[in-house]
């Protein structure tokens, strides 16, 4: 055990553009700033996490170019967390070049890379985060004596403005609109199959409405294959996610493969009725028939029996979620930052009864506090 206190928690995500794992890089950094933490964070420069912080009080921001390793010596004798796999190779640099000791919260579910210098990467980590247990399993498989402590993700907190709910509906149009919102990436986020429901659904009924909040890799692709069909609707990214859960009558999220889907606690958050694959992390946040739907992955015909059967039966909508939104109620920000809070304690980080860093004079002159 440590016996002297670290000066200062350093976060680091190195990912490109700004998805789940960057929004909850941002949700932590925001509550363990109003909980009086001081704090650094190590980010890919020009990446939209870098402009999104800079209100945080009390957080020295470090935007960094390649090779990242190049600047690990800038956070020694920090208490590392990565929060990405870049990240978290950037802190496996800083811990053999300036012996800072790190944690690693991974949010994905496949097997990392059976290369050496992975798995060492883990091996050394201080303490390795997962969101869910299914994550859980995939990294116990990996290194079976990996201790792993599991802190899901949160809501993002989307506030929903009822007049623009309103008139998202009314430009929409349609009798009944299905939302789902997610990086459009097909390979994780199956909105291929959400497409060919859409399309089923559609010719059974026009007044379906199916729309796409997001944008990604996939986009073009992905409104090739929605064509000219006037059910599917994208809005590439928005701001104003909480606006459009207000908007829907039910969220679809037909993921492949999923660590958790912090996305679904906003829908669950914004009482919305769920049809979700059965996959990976999603059955310990939604119950089949009790939380929402759940359906086999790469099923566009389970998905729309799922939204049909929802859209048929209001009483059984309203009952899925209104015991999902009872459910996201444990999943927020401020739960999460108390559960790191804790974990950071156990590996060293020391705090005052303010909830601040004991830090010396040096290291604020050094951060340029």
């Not at 957080?59 to 978290?88: E, N, S, W, Y």
């Not at 009483?315 to 804790?342: F, G, H, I, V």
């Not at 950071?344 to 020391?350: A, K, N, P, Q, S």
Request: include cysteine.
């Amino acid at each position: 055990m440590r016996t002297t206190p670290y000066p200062c928690l350093t976060h680091i995500n190195l990912a490109r553009g700004f998805r789940g794992g960057e929004r909850q890089t941002e949700l932590l950094i925001r509550e363990l700033a109003a909980l009086g933490v001081a704090q650094r964070v190590v980010l890919r420069r020009g990446e939209p996490l870098v402009s999104r912080l800079a209100d945080v009080p009390g957080l020295t921001r470090l935007p960094i170019g390649r090779p990242f390793a190049l600047h690990a010596r800038a956070v020694r004798g920090d208490f590392l967390h990565a929060h990405d796999g870049k990240g978290a190779h950037f802190a496996h640099a800083a811990h053999v070049l300036a012996g800072c000791e790190y944690l690693i919260t991974r949010r994905v579910d496949n097997r990392p890379s059976a290369s050496r210098l992975t798995r060492r990467m883990y091996r050394e980590a201080a303490g390795v985060v997962v969101l869910s247990q299914a994550i859980a399993r995939v990294m116990q498989a990996y290194l079976p004596r990996l201790d792993t402590v599991c802190i899901p993700s949160a809501s993002g907190g989307f506030a929903i403005q009822q007049s623009a709910a309103a008139a998202i509906r009314q430009r929409i149009g349609g009798g009944f609109r299905v939302g789902h919102v997610g990086a459009l990436d097909d390979s994780q986020k199956g909105q291929m199959d959400l497409i060919e429901a859409a399309r089923l659904l559609y010719a059974e009924d026009n007044s379906w409405r199916f729309v796409l909040v997001g944008g990604g890799a996939d986009e073009a692709r992905l409104r090739a294959a929605a064509g000219n069909c006037p059910a599917i609707h994208f809005t590439g990214h928005v701001e104003n996610v909480g606006d459009y859960l207000g908007a829907f009558d039910a969220f679809a999220f037909p993921s492949v493969h999923e660590g958790l889907g912090s996305t679904l606690i906003d829908a669950m958050s914004a009482r919305l009725p769920i049809v979700a694959s059965a996959v990976d992390g999603i059955p310990e946040l939604v119950t089949d028939d009790i939380h929402g739907l759940l359906v086999p992955a790469r099923a566009p015909t389970a998905l729309a029996d799922g939204l049909r059967r929802l859209r048929a039966n209001p009483e059984l909508a309203q009952r899925l979620a209104a015991s999902a939104y009872e459910k996201s109620l444990a999943y927020t920000a401020a739960t999460m930052a108390e559960r790191y809070l804790a974990l950071y304690r156990t590996h060293g980080l020391e705090l005052d009864g303010a909830g601040r860093h004991v830090t010396d004079q040096n290291h604020r002159e050094r951060a340029g506090q």
